[in-house]
């Protein structure tokens, strides 16, 4: 199985990142620092799962 970049979601927000694994328990692929910016990010596969907790995210704190 190849894994392609729209298999992924990078999420640079540690917040969401937290709201992720509480609300769902899923847990990220791995955490990691990018490179260029220094930036921590952590890295989740997607999955309708995960869809359905960022739609949550969005309209509670995207309002």
Known sequence: MTV?????????????ADY???QSEIVPLTVAIEPKSGNV???FS???KLEQVLEQY???YDN
């Open 4 to 16: 392609r970049n729209e298999d992924l979601f990078y999420c640079y927000s540690k917040k969401l």
């Open 20 to 22: 992720i694994y509480h």
């Open 41 to 43: 990010f952590s890295l």
């Open 46 to 48: 997607r999955s309708k």
């Open 58 to 60: 969005s309209k509670r």
